[in-house]
T-cell receptor
Framework: NAGVTQTPKFQVLKTGQSMTLQCAQD?????MSWYRQDPGMGLRLIHY???????DQGEVPNGYNVSRSTTEDFPLRLLSAAPSQTSVYFC???????????FGQGTRLTVV | GQQVMQIPQYQHVQEGEDFTTYCNSS?????IQWYKQRPGGHPVFLIQ?????EVKKQKRLTFQFGEAKKNSSLHITATQTTDVGTYFC???????????FGQGTTLQVKP
């Protein structure tokens, strides 16, 4: 099994550009989440989903959109990138009845 | 909303010394998890604690859940260079899909 797959691994954007970070899992997990990791800030929850068609905001949702049209996929969209969104982004998934989260390898995003 | 605070932020130890990181929640937790992230890697699940006062061990690692279920600790006995990384605690508020992480403690071990 591939587990949780994130693409791309690295990305450089110019301020104002848009892009989508992809996340896919093949474990049939109901719950999926996006986190950003910044030095000294730990992992902060951006958006999460408890199932297809259901999404909700986390701690730092501004500037990001998500959708969950299928169980497998949970893309994160940056509509107009800002330097403050320079970070490492992690996607995670888990079963509804479990608290063990499985993380993707991360996407390192730089906005210049 | 729920906050999970973790201290210290950084810890440098000599190989063979012990290490402890502490996690405190602003609200009672139904359970708490611990994760380890190696440098350049992604967080990996270590363990979950559920019961009040629970203590679990994994070789040199000892995990404790407080009696009030609002705090937890991870203790490493006789650290090794392979213990290097960032350790996170995480709590899941009941009836939500959220998993909230602490800020993490980054451990450096000098050989």
């Amino acid at each position: 099994n591939a587990g949780v797959t994130q693409t791309p691994k690295f990305q450089v954007l110019k301020t104002g550009q848009s892009m989508t970070l992809q996340c896919a899992q093949d474990m049939n997990h109901e719950y999926m989440s996006w986190y950003r990791q910044d030095p000294g800030m730990g992992l902060r929850l951006i958006h999460y989903s408890v199932g297809a068609g259901i999404t909700d905001q986390g701690e730092v949702p501004n500037g990001y959109n998500v959708s969950r049209s299928t169980t497998e996929d949970f893309p994160l969209r940056l509509l107009s990138a800002a330097p403050s969104q320079t970070s490492v982004y992690f996607c995670a998934s888990r079963h509804q009845g479990s608290t063990e989260a499985f993380f993707g390898q991360g996407t390192r995003l730089t906005v210049v | 909303g729920q906050q999970v605070m973790q201290i210290p932020q950084y810890q440098h130890v000599q190989e063979g010394e012990d290490f402890t990181t502490y996690c405190n929640s602003s609200t009672t937790l139904s359970n708490i998890q611990w994760y380890k992230q190696r440098p350049g890697g992604h967080p990996v699940f270590l363990i979950q604690l559920v019961k009040s006062g629970e203590v679990k061990k994994q070789k040199r690692l000892t995990f404790q859940f407080g009696e009030a279920k609002k705090n937890s600790s991870l203790h490493i006995t006789a650290t090794q260079t392979t213990d290097v990384g960032t350790y996170f605690c995480a709590g899941a508020p009941s009836n939500t899909g959220k998993l909230i992480f602490g800020q993490g403690t980054t451990l450096q071990v000098k050989p």
